[in-house]
C-alpha cells in the first residue's frame, strides 16, 4: 500500500472514533511503528487529524455521525475561563475543612483544586497539571495517582493499581451530560472515571450548561450515579426538569456574560 494510501485509511477511522494509538495502527496496517509516526507526521502537517502522545486523535471539537469529540486539555483550559472559575467557587463550598476528596483531571476541576490548595483537607488527583501546581503553591495534604503519565488527556493512570484513597466526594468534569448519564469520548477517562467514582460517597460533576447539549461517544457513569451537577445559569428548564427527575440536585453558579 503507498504511504498516501495508508495515511487515507487513518484519517477515515478517525472519522469514526477519537483516537488511535501507534501499536493499533501498526497492526491494521502491518508496518512498523516507525512508519506509522511518519504517517501521522504528514496527516498532522496536513491538518487532518492531530499528532498526540502515544498515536492521533481526530480534529478538536470534530464531530462524525452527531457525535462531538473532546478538545485537547491546553485547548479546553483557556475557554470560559471566568465561567469554569465560578462553578469551581460554588464546587469549594461543599467541601469542608478535613474533608478527603478527590478532584479529577480536566480544566474546570483544575481551577476547583486552585481554590481548595491552601484548604485543611486531603486531596487526591489523577492530574498531573494540578499535582504541578499543588506542588508549587498548595498547603492542603495531597495524594497523587500511581502509573504512567498520558499527555493527553493530561492524567496519570495505571491499568493495574488500585487507587489508594476513600474521599467523601469525587469531582469530576465532562464532555457531555444528557438523560443517559454523563459522557466521554476519551476511553482513558471513562475508565479512570469509572474506577475514581467507586472510592468516593458523592459524585459532584462540574459542566457548564452547553455541556448538555454535546453527545460525546461513550456513557462513563449514568445519571443515577451523580449526586450534584454544579452548573451555570444557562441551565435550560427543560434540562433542569430533567435532571430534577432523575434525582440529580443541581446548584447554580451565576455566570452571567462570562460564556460569551
Do not use: W
Request: with cysteine; proline share 3%; aromatic share 4%.
Amino acid at each position: 500500500m503507498s504511504d498516501l494510501g495508508r495515511q487515507r485509511q487513518i484519517v477515515e477511522l478517525l472519522r469514526d472514533r477519537p483516537f488511535a494509538s501507534v501499536r493499533e495502527l501498526q497492526e491494521r496496517l502491518g508496518v512498523s511503528a516507525a512508519t506509522v509516526r511518519r504517517d501521522i507526521d504528514r496527516i498532522d502537517e496536513a491538518g487532518e487529524a492531530r499528532k498526540v502522545y502515544g498515536g492521533i486523535s481526530a480534529l478538536d471539537g470534530a464531530s462524525h455521525a452527531g457525535v462531538a469529540y473532546a478538545r485537547p486539555y491546553d485547548e479546553n483550559r483557556d475557554l470560559a475561563v471566568e465561567a469554569k472559575r465560578q462553578i469551581a467557587a460554588v464546587a469549594a463550598t461543599m467541601v469542608r475543612d478535613g474533608d478527603a476528596v478527590i478532584v479529577h483531571g480536566g480544566s474546570t476541576c483544575f481551577h476547583l483544586g486552585v481554590k481548595l490548595a491552601d484548604r485543611n483537607i486531603r486531596l487526591y488527583t489523577n492530574s498531573m497539571p494540578l499535582a504541578a501546581y499543588l506542588s508549587d503553591h498548595g498547603h492542603c495534604s495531597l495524594t497523587v495517582a500511581g502509573g504512567d503519565l498520558h499527555r493527553e488527556p493530561g492524567i496519570i493512570h495505571s491499568p493495574t493499581q488500585a487507587t489508594p484513597f476513600y474521599a467523601s466526594k469525587f469531582f469530576l468534569g465532562s464532555q457531555g451530560l444528557n438523560q443517559e448519564g454523563l459522557l466521554e469520548s476519551h476511553p482513558l477517562l471513562v475508565r479512570s472515571i469509572v474506577e475514581l467514582s467507586l472510592c468516593a460517597d458523592q459524585i459532584v460533576v462540574l459542566a457548564d450548561s452547553r455541556k448538555l447539549s454535546i453527545h460525546a461517544r461513550n456513557v462513563a457513569l449514568p445519571l443515577s450515579r451523580i449526586g450534584t451537577l454544579v452548573t451555570d445559569d444557562g441551565l435550560s428548564d427543560a434540562d433542569a426538569r430533567m435532571l430534577e427527575d432523575a434525582g440529580v440536585m443541581v446548584r447554580i453558579a451565576s455566570t452571567s456574560g462570562a460564556l460569551a
